[in-house]
């Protein structure tokens, strides 16, 4: 896998998660799965890390609008596994987490489910870090 392709496969992963997310924590509001308070909370806990990533992704694609023919090397299979393996984990944990507060009993206290969000973020938010930040440099970096 060419780094060109690697950047455009995760940009467009981290992109649909990050409003994927949303449309979780939207939809459980909606089916009153979440109390207004509790919906605010999570939007404001989730999007914040989210929207760092995807506008770095959206920043790089505004400002690199032309399609470059240049030869590139294969990255190696554990960086592109690496790459792709903690922004999904990320996002299904988040996902699960999501589903678990609004469709179980699991997570009944709404403050139970801000502790596991916020360890979440704290474990997988710093790795997403180190992949996006490489691949999505500003221009000219």
Known sequence: MTRARLRNSLGIILILGHF??????????IKERFL????????AL???????????????????P???????INLTGMYAFISFFFPM???????GLILLKG??????????FKIAL?????????YVG???TPLFKEKGV
């Not at 989730?46 to 690199?64: D, E, K």
């Not at 916020?118 to 710093?126: G, H, R, V």
């Open 36 to 43: 207004f308070t509790e919906f605010t909370t999570s939007i």
């Open 103 to 112: 469709n179980v009993k699991a997570l009944t206290n709404f403050e139970n």
């Open 66 to 72: 032309e399609n470059k023919k240049t030869k590139e």
């Open 46 to 64: 989730i999007f914040p890390m989210f929207a760092g990533y995807t506008t770095a992704i959206v920043r790089f694609i505004l400002q690199n």
């Open 130 to 132: 180190l992949v996006v």
């Open 89 to 95: 984990l990320l996002i299904f944990s988040c996902g």
């Open 20 to 29: 994927g997310i949303l449309s979780l924590l939207v939809l459980g509001f």
């Open 118 to 126: 916020a360890i979440l973020e704290t474990i997988f938010a710093s």
